[in-house]
Structure formats: structure tokens, C-alpha cells
């Protein structure tokens, strides 16, 4: 029935000799694989409290930030609703009538030196600078072959009594 019924003593003995230091290298092989499970399982465990320690200061440095976003936004906000309460958002820039009455009175003088085309010229090179500094128009303005408004365009066509923008600009 077993193949082991038929060995003779010597060689019985032999396989068991062999058996059982088998079974005593696998039990010292299991107690070293223990030991080494244990004491890496430390290794590891050290390794990740200092990956959490890491990640709990990155936490808190990043809810640092985020408040301090907060707190600029929140700023932002409030400066926004001030400026806006002021009547300073957004709101259109315009010659009071002291700037308007200055201005006028420093370029009366260089009325009679200012012949033919001069002015007109003069108009169009202040409109190039503003529209050259990314000035915008109102979209109500006059429009050329192009387009474009342009000051050029305003001249040719004389539409000077058309807007009343223009008419404080020709006066």
C-alpha cells in the first residue's frame, strides 16, 4: 500500500534523518520570516507616523493659506462694495468744468496760430495716442469704410453736430 512498507532500515532511517531536518529548516526558516516580518512591520510603521507627520504640517500650512485667501478675498470684497459705494467703481472718466475751463483757457491762446488742417490733425494724433494706450470708444460712435471709428473719419464726414461728444471736441 505505501511505497515506504518495502525499504530496508538504512535507507527508512535515511529518509527520516532527511525529514527531519526538513522540518527543522522550516522551522527555523518560519521563526527567521517571523522575525523579519516583525521588525519590517516596525520600519514600515516608523516610515508612515513620519509620512503622516509630514501631510498634518502640509494640512495646516494649506488651511494657513486658505484663510489667508479668504481673508484677501473677503478684503477684495469690501474694498470692492467701498469703491462702489463711493461711486469710484467703474465709473467714467470726465473733466470736471474747473479742468475743462483750464484747458481752455491755456490752448486759447494758439487759436490764431492754428491754421487750415492743424487742429483736425491734432485731434486725430491725440485720438492714435488714446487709441494706441488701448483706449475704447462707445459702440455708438460713427464707423468709417473700415469699420473703425476714427477721428479721421469724423473730420471727413463733418459729423461734428451728430454726437455730443463731438461737439464739445470741435467748439
Known sequence: MWPFSDMSLSTATWWYDAANLVLL????????STFAIVRLANVKEH???IAR????????GLETELGQAHAAIADA???????????????????DDS????????????REVATGGEPSEFLVDIDNALENAGWTRPTNW????????????????DIRDRHPLARTVHR
Open 77 to 95: 470684497n469690501a474694498r470692492a462694495l467701498e469703491a462702489k459705494a463711493a461711486g469710484k467703481y467703474k465709473a467714467p472718466r470726465r473733466l
Open 47 to 49: 516610515h508612515w507616523d
Open 25 to 32: 529548516g522550516s522551522l527555523l526558516f518560519g521563526v527567521l
Open 142 to 157: 460713427p464707423n468709417c469704410d473700415d469699420g473703425r471709428f476714427s477721428m479721421e473719419c469724423r473730420i471727413k464726414y
Open 53 to 60: 507627520d509630514q501631510s498634518r504640517e502640509r494640512v495646516a
Open 99 to 110: 479742468s475743462k475751463q483750464r484747458i481752455t483757457s491755456k490752448i486759447a491762446a494758439f
